[in-house]
Nanobody, 125 residues
Framework: VQLQASGGGLVQAGGSLRLSCAASGRTFTSYIMGWFRQAPGKERELVAA????????FQSDSVKGRFTAPRDNAENMVYLQMNSLKPEDTAVYYC???????????????????WGQGTLVTVSS
């Protein structure tokens, strides 16, 4: 699976932005898709993830109620819809694909087999 993330940019606090991740490969629907972010000087963290059917999702406490990660299996796309953005959401965002989430640890980078390039989101105050 190859992943291509896009949609980053500069947005004011309180605004919204939608990131897109295009996946290539015949088995996209087999993968759990996650969105990670990494701010300068901080570790990479999972912000949202969704399983193949969309029935099980994950949101970190820092974005719960503000971010969602819908997917369109017909188009091999997953999105990160970000609302009510805050300056602390500024980071490079990555999409990633996992065949299996071991130990129910959605946030472990080691569970994700494929990564897209990052896209920078900057939220101004």
């Amino acid at each position: 699976v190859q992943l291509q993330a896009s949609g980053g940019g500069l947005v004011q606090a309180g605004g919204s932005l939608r990131l897109s991740c295009a996946a290539s490969g015949r088995t996209f629907t087999s993968y759990i898709m996650g969105w990670f972010r990494q701010a300068p000087g901080k570790e990479r963290e999972l912000v949202a993830a969704i399983n193949w059917s969309g029935g099980t999702t994950f949101q970190s406490d820092s974005v719960k109620g503000r971010f969602t990660a819908p997917r369109d299996n017909a188009e091999n796309m997953v999105y990160l819809q970000m609302n009510s953005l805050k300056p602390e959401d500024t980071a490079v965002y990555y999409c990633a694909a996992a065949a299996v989430i071991r130990s129910k640890n959605w946030g472990s980078s080691a569970n994700y087999d494929y990564w897209g390039q990052g896209t920078l989101v900057t939220v101004s105050s």
